[in-house]
Nanobody, 121 residues
Framework: QVQLVESGGGLVQPGGSLRLSCAAS????????MGWYRQATGKQRELVAT???????NYADSVKGRFTISRDNARNTVDLRMNSLKTEDTAVYYC???????????????WGQGTQVTVSS
C-alpha cells in the first residue's frame, strides 16, 4: 500500500501564493510519476501538473507560468508552488503517485485525501 498525505492548502487573496506538499509512505518498490490534480465544485477533476523521476514536467495550460511542480526522489515527496493565484484556482487539490509494489508490477495510481485551496478576496 501507498499512502499520500498533502499539506499546505488554505485561503489566500487573488495574486497570492501557496505551496502544497505531498509525502508518500508505505510499501512500494518505486514511484514513477507524481502529480497534482484538482476538482472545483461542480466540475470534473482535472490535471494540474505532473513530474517524472527524471524531472520531466507537464502543466495544464491554465497554470503554465504560475505554478511549478518539483519532487525529491529520495524523500518521495512532491511540491506544487502556486503563484499569482486566481479565483478560478479554487478547488480541492489531490496528490497522485503512480507506484510499483514490486519491480515486476505495473504502476498503479494512488491518491491523497486532498487539500482545499480557496482564492477569494
Amino acid at each position: 500500500q501507498v499512502q499520500l498525505v498533502e499539506s499546505g492548502g488554505g485561503l489566500v487573496q487573488p495574486g497570492g501564493s501557496l505551496r502544497l506538499s505531498c509525502a508518500a509512505s508505505g510499501n512500494f518498490f518505486s514511484i514513477t510519476t507524481m502529480g497534482w490534480y484538482r476538482q472545483a465544485t461542480g466540475k470534473q477533476r482535472e490535471l494540474v501538473a505532473t513530474i517524472t523521476r527524471g524531472a520531466t514536467t507537464n502543466y495544464a495550460d491554465s497554470v503554465k507560468g504560475r505554478f511549478t511542480i518539483s519532487r525529491d526522489n529520495a524523500r518521495n515527496t512532491v511540491d506544487l508552488r502556486m503563484n499569482s493565484l486566481k479565483t478560478e484556482d479554487t478547488a480541492v487539490y489531490y496528490c497522485n503517485a503512480d507506484s510499483k509494489t514490486t519491480f515486476r508490477d505495473h504502476s498503479k495510481p494512488y491518491w491523497g485525501q486532498g487539500t482545499q485551496v480557496t482564492v477569494s478576496s
